[in-house]
């Protein structure tokens, strides 16, 4: 059993940043990210392969969300640039065994706790 322990969540203007962290008790192949809105499902947004190679982001945030990894530490990083106030839901840090599929709640084995991101208007 994998935990995963999200941090940096906050308050942010539009067009501010933030950077989150998910601290990983053990290793799995792919890391990801999804958020929730309030009364919205939750949604896929990022996700990177064990190495670090392969990076997958949804329309909405390409271009100004990148996820990254420190292999070492067992810990997934997205930079959250360009905010704006649809960004606002809680982020779920996410695991997986494969890369493929990666972009559906049931492709996920493993979720943090999730942490709230608001951006103000």
């Known amino acids: 059993q994998v935990q995963l322990v999200e941090s940096g969540g906050g308050l942010v203007q539009a067009g501010g940043s933030l950077r989150l962290s998910c601290a990983a008790s053990g290793r799995t192949y792919t890391m990801g990210w999804f958020r929730q809105a309030p009364g919205k499902e939750r949604e896929f947004v990022a996700a990177?392969?064990?190495?670090?190679?392969?990076?997958d982001y949804s329309e909405s945030v390409k271009g100004r969300f990148t996820i990254s990894r420190d292999f070492a530490k067992n810990t997934a990083y997205l930079q959250m640039n360009s905010l704006k106030p649809e960004d606002t839901a809680v982020y779920y840090c996410?695991?997986?065994?494969?890369?493929?599929?990666?972009?559906?709640?049931?492709?996920?084995?493993?979720w943090g706790q999730g942490t709230q991101v608001t951006v103000s208007s």
């Open positions: 990177i392969s064990l190495g670090g190679g392969s990076t």
């Open positions: 996410a695991g997986s065994s494969g890369w493929s599929p990666r972009r559906e709640l049931a492709d996920v084995r493993y």
